[in-house]
């Protein structure tokens, strides 16, 4: 069983930036991909981005060109830096850790761009 914890969200102002981050512990061993999902009030999950193993990325169109995933394998830490921040980002923040049998989640983690 992978246990998760997430930081980084807060409140910021258009155009500002954050950095999202999500630590991974427990079965660590058996970690695949990671990544992010965003849930905006009364809307369903989307996913954000995510990457693999070996370092392969995926973007969210609303995300490409503003949002860089990356993560360390040693601390088995996955990042969300998110620049250009819009009012439509603002969401709870999931990160997901893919093991070999199972999906783990986050307890989320709020981001709100406001003016």
């Known amino acids: 069983q992978v246990q998760i914890v997430e930081s980084g969200g807060g409140l910021v102002q258009p155009g500002e930036s954050l950095r999202l981050s999500c630590a991974a512990s427990?079965?660590?061993?058996?970690?695949?991909?990671m990544g992010w999902y965003r849930q905006a009030p009364g809307k369903q999950r989307e996913l954000v981005a995510g990457?693999?193993?070996?370092?392969?990325?995926n973007y969210a169109d609303s995300a490409k060109g503003r949002f860089t995933i990356s993560r360390d394998n040693a601390k088995n830490t996955v990042y969300l830096q998110m620049n250009s921040l819009k009012p439509e980002d603002t969401g709870v923040y999931y990160c997901?850790?893919?093991?070999?049998?199972?999906?783990?989640w986050g307890q989320g983690t709020q981001v709100t761009v406001s003016s």
């Open positions: 990457i693999s193993s070996v370092g392969s990325t």
């Open positions: 427990g079965s660590i061993f058996s970690i695949r991909a």
């Open positions: 997901y850790v893919d093991s070999l049998v199972a999906r783990s």
